[in-house]
């Protein structure tokens, strides 16, 4: 975002370049940090062309999650239509989503505005109020929706993670979106990570990873340890995607602030949460 | 909405002059009812439109929320520009708004958008997810909000109602919005009353009003008992929205089903409830 | 309460001295506010005792809440044995109820332990965490506990109050316990009321609900503000049951402080209370 | 319990066979799956004895969680003067405990009671209501509860329970209670894991965490989705101490049933709950 709130396309270019230094293998655009649903229909057009055209070899998510699943599909096509290699979704928010029918429903027309990508399932109850079991989702989405591939599952529950993957089979993929328990994760043989904070410390990730892959569990908390540190500033400063906009432009890639509902913060915040940052590298 | 899911527009003349019929005061488009969010912004203006034009002398309120706010203030600011009385305005529901801080920030570009229009709070915490207290946002937006003029309050308490009127002291209005229980509002003499039954029962209310004005409490008891009926049939149909469509089908004003991830009925389901409804008359 | 923290017997004759000076109708002892559930067993026993015998003809009802239904069987069977007017409960909270038949198997024991007496049905959601709809219950109740004689609905939904006396129909009482909103519950023509703040401001309840009845709803409001100023005082001061108690100590009937998990005040705080009282006399 | 609901005493002897049969290190009693909760104290007491009497060297915690702080603190010296090892505590459920301070309140007295046994958290938010963070009681209990000994945390939140850890530091110890997750917590080294369904399947995690242990995750995994399933009879019945009570008896330790708000099966139940635990072995 610029200073005036509009949209700043030409910071896109260099937020990627970051991203890919960092060392993630794909991006997930428009999403909860993304502040996807912040934008008008117009703006996230914008921002999906911007991020397809800048991202080279790099595959690319779009995010389409919005109360309106007319709008959603909508978008879904546009982003198809330039790129992406999979899209993401979740539910309404206004009207919560209790049944697996109703979810079904609801993304039936996003999945075949888009037959011929991956549609992955965006479950993040805290925030979306869906209520419904995400492996019940999936097993009745395995015929409904042909192109559901899998699930970004957000939430802590660790059964639920395990029913999905008892479901998936080959059918689903079960990706894991809690930062701050990656360790819980990974015994569970998850298929990808896709997070808030890869943006600001992928390599304490890859650390963490090739810790427990060696066996190391002691090390691998003590990465995850870092990770939790750097949640806690998040939770003291009120709203996850502002502060990691602030954290981003105190590692020098400047993206401007949150729109409201987040919070917009003052010099002094800002100057605050780089100097946490700063005490955990 | 038509067989396949798009907008009716021609659908939307005769609805309006059955609600005219049933003898409203006023029309509130675009809200929980008609589905406002489920739509694109382009489907919104053409409704708008189409609403604005065919009301004639009534005064049209036209709903806004969204999850994005600068897509509010864009419906809104064309709201104005077709004519609208008056703007209502409700908060993001994915990242649930907690401070009167937040709630301010939420409407400020919407406010400003529509600067010669009063802008009322849509309260409906039970679907909005919004925990900020009423009368704590009317007391902070009496000088933070200049053009917002009032409240629709569509929640349970009576002790905040009466709050909000503390504060309200000729510089807001507060309305009310659960149909279900009106004569425990009437004491507290609310400004206005603006419900989705409304659109297939206001003689009923006609009634249960004139009943508490002339003291009669057990008729006024005896009307609002079968508007809780009603509400019990929608409650049965798990989708008051949807039903309510249902209901005026069934009472010759066809205006197709809800979309998701409202309920999609089968004439069964259809069938049902025009039955359940007609025991009511 | 004594300043140890034990039970104060003496104190209780001058607290029913003002009680009935303050005009109630009969006495509710051992509730919410009565702290009931922070009470032993047999600390329970000895203040029903001494509450049944200083009550004179004055009618008590024991409450005999608890996470235990035998236990709560026992000191109901001890409060009829000792001239208890009727039972009232409120099922546990620790798994909370959720059903209809789990509510009436809760029930049974304790019915069965007063065959003789009228018992109530406690409804507060809030604390209890019970989710069975009321007018459900009493449905049920109405051949599955015989001597289940009515509810205590402590809870906002107008709607829902009036389900239930459309059930009752002469088997059951429907009383209002939400202090804070008896203007709203008038006109449903409720059958009594039961609350926290009549212990300290029943008169103004009286006048309240005289002007109510000659049709003076501006003065009904009036008198209904105050409660609400009242209940403000003790949300601010957050904890019910332990302002209330400071409140009785401000007007001349010490009753000591509460237990945990309510809050213990300092001077000051319990100056503050006071002083903050004084302004609404 | 035996078929009149009053508590069988004669029956533990053999349970506690049954149970240091399985393998387990200790014992805990009176908890959730105990029903400590759902006894008079009197019968608490009792039951406390026999466990106790009969256990032999093997160590039992008492759990004294209630909504009287006054009379768990009787049990826990009760416990203690007959043997116990340690003691278990949970807060009032009624008033939910919000803050630190209220909930180091709540514990004062029965930490005081106990001054030379251990003392534990039992935190489990989704039943008691008490939404206080974890690791931040235990930061301030590091000097105000000097007897308080750990917490056995029972929740989905990988990240608070590595807080907790990060708290600890050898002050405190950190248990972990979700069975139907286990393979989660192994990475974070806990200190001991305390849980319902260790009555019926203890040498399922016996194997569980040898093969984690072996860094076989394939396996570990099998052995955790063999707990998924039995939690899922445990919830499709709908009463998890209900449907373990009836696990025991179908594999020869008769326990009887749950006392209300649980659930009572009637005889096609208990069958079928039965059948369904024989699938698992």
């Not at 979704?89 to 029918?101: D, G, L, R, Y």
């Amino acid at each position: 975002m610029q200073a005036d709130g509009s949209i700043d396309i030409p910071a896109i270019a260099p937020m990627l370049a970051h991203l890919v230094d960092q060392g993630v293998d794909g991006l997930f655009a428009l999403g909860t940090t993304g502040e996807g649903r912040h934008l008008t229909d117009g703006e996230r057009r914008a921002v999906a062309e911007a991020v397809l055209a800048e991202a080279g070899d790099v595959p690319v998510i779009i995010h389409v999650g919005h109360n309106s699943m007319v709008a959603a599909a909508e978008l879904a096509a546009h982003a198809a239509s330039h790129g992406a290699a999979g899209i993401s979704i979740s539910p309404p928010s206004f009207h919560a989503v209790t049944t697996v029918e109703s979810l079904i429903a609801c993304y039936q027309g996003v999945c075949a505005a888009v037959p011929e990508l991956p549609v992955y399932h965006y479950h993040i109850p805290s925030l979306s109020g869906c209520t419904v079991q995400p492996s019940a989702f999936l097993a009745a989405a395995a015929t409904a929706l042909p192109n559901l591939r899998g699930i970004k599952f957000t939430d802590e529950s660790m059964m639920e993670v395990q029913r999905c993957q008892q479901v998936a089979e080959g059918r689903f993929q079960v990706g894991f979106g809690r930062d701050e328990q990656v360790v819980a994760a990974l015994p569970y043989g998850v298929d990808w990570f896709i997070g808030s904070t890869y943006s600001v410390i992928t390599p304490w990730f890859r650390e963490l990873m090739a810790a427990f892959a060696a066996g190391d569990l002691v090390a691998a908390r003590a990465h995850q340890q870092r990770v939790v540190d750097l949640v806690a500033i998040m939770q003291c400063h009120q709203g996850g995607p502002a502060v990691l906009k602030a954290m981003l432009a105190a590692l020098g890639v400047p993206c401007g602030q949150a729109r409201p509902p987040l919070p917009h913060y003052g010099q002094a915040e800002l100057a605050a949460i780089a100097s946490e940052l700063r005490e955990l590298f």
